[in-house]
């Protein structure tokens, strides 16, 4: 069984910070901040913008809105392994290319108009689309984890 963690407390974690040191350089209380990392609070966007900036974690925008009440309209973003991504993007982009789905986006958006009879293409080229966009997400992700890992901790 796979133990929960939250996304802001991994964020501090992965950067070596305590809960204090974090809070204060956060301008919270620590009370607040153990309230978002226990999930019995919502952190508002302007504090998230700031632990995105002090843990170096960018990736933790996207985990933060696709918590929210938006997260519906992102793609679904898995946890992967580094090289997995890497290996998935490149043969979805190699796909793409090879069966000429660009040339066919093209041809059906130049004029400005989705006729009824390109419909189906066309929406079959936007979920290829936004599963490469859902990939490369995985991929970014998979790249801070490993930086992180890896020497990213500046502190």
């Known amino acids: 069984m796979r133990h929960y963690q939250n996304i802001y407390q991994t964020a501090r974690e992965l950067k070596g910070l305590t809960q204090e040191t974090a809070a204060e350089r956060l301008d919270i209380s620590v009370e607040s901040l153990g309230a978002y990392e226990q999930d019995r609070r919502r952190p508002p966007d302007s504090t998230v913008l700031r632990m995105i900036q002090l843990y170096d974690v960018p990736y933790l925008c996207y985990q933060h809105i696709a918590a929210g009440d938006l997260g519906g309209m ?82």
């Open 74 to 155: 992102l793609p679904e973003v898995q946890s992967k392994p580094l090289e997995q991504a890497t290996m998935r993007l490149v043969r979805l982009i190699g796909k793409f290319a090879k069966t000429g789905r660009l040339d066919q986006l093209l041809e059906i958006n130049e004029d400005g108009v989705i006729t009824s009879e390109e419909r189906p293409l066309h929406d079959a080229i936007m979920a290829e689309l936004r599963e490469i966009m859902a990939t490369y997400l995985e991929l970014d992700c998979a790249a801070q984890k490993e930086s992180a890992q890896c020497g990213g901790n500046r502190d």
